[in-house]
């Protein structure tokens, strides 16, 4: 089955606390995405990776870091969490959108399903 | 920037009524938009995609149309069911931000009562 997967789906943790969420899919896409959802503010980009070892800031980077090693895999890393981080993340991924080349189809993502993260 | 706003932000409906989800982005210059579910404690789950040359899509009792021009969407449900109360959002991906980077806006909660 395609599908994005989470780990944890729940978290509490303390500030201070390194943490990591990942974030893996099985459909060999090149594009894969962090989003954290908050009330009022609806989902808003954390940073994406459009391939292998390429990654990019989203709107709201900071205090966050990523890696992207494996195509599967796109690691959400909170070096030094903060109660403001409290949020609920989900990872994405969809075939690229490459500059000047070929059109795609449609290029529709796909989510996963949430980690709820809560910072003390 | 772009920015997407869903309005309303809650609607509550009896079951059986056909009900219009209405969704606008400021910057017209998209490559597609695309309309979501989202169940509590669960995932986005994809509903339509419509490119950005298309007027519309439809799949079983959703029909979604786009107005790029004047920046508008519309989600239509027909038939409405107890089963389809979740929050609907919708996203766009536009041209002049990273490639495939989504812009959503808040929401609209749905209630569809039996």
């Known amino acids: 089955e395609a599908q994005v997967t989470q780990n944890p789906r729940y978290l509490i943790t303390v500030t201070g606390k390194k943490l990591t969420v990942t974030c893996s899919q099985n459909?060999?896409?090149?594009?894969m995405s962090w989003y954290r959802q908050d009330p009022g503010l609806g989902l808003r980009q954390i940073y994406y990776s459009m391939n292998v070892e390429v990654t990019d800031k989203g709107d709201v980077p900071e205090g966050y870091k990523v890696s992207r090693k494996e195509k599967r895999n796109f690691p959400l890393i909170l070096e030094s969490p903060s109660p403001n981080q409290t949020s609920l993340y989900f990872c994405a991924s969809s075939l690229p959108r490459l500059a000047g080349g070929p059109r795609l189809p449609y290029n529709e993502q796909f989510f996963g399903p949430g980690t709820r993260l809560t910072v003390l | 920037k772009q920015e997407v706003t869903q309005i309303p932000a809650a609607l509550s409906v009896p079951e059986g009524e056909n009900l219009v989800l209405n969704c606008s982005f400021t910057?017209?210059?998209?490559?597609?938009l695309q309309w979501f579910r989202q169940d509590p404690g669960k995932g986005l789950t994809s509903l339509l995609l419509?490119?950005?040359?298309?007027r519309e899509q439809t799949s079983g009792r959703l029909n979604a149309s786009l107005d790029k021009s004047s920046g508008r969407s519309t989600l239509y449900i027909a038939a409405s069911q107890p089963g389809d109360s979740a929050t609907y959002l919708c996203a766009v991906e536009g041209r002049q931000t990273g490639a495939n980077n989504l812009f959503f806006g808040t929401g609209t909660r749905l209630t569809v009562i039996p």
């Open positions: 419509i490119q950005s040359s298309q």
């Open positions: 910057d017209s210059a998209i490559y597609n």
């Open positions: 459909m060999n896409h090149e594009y």
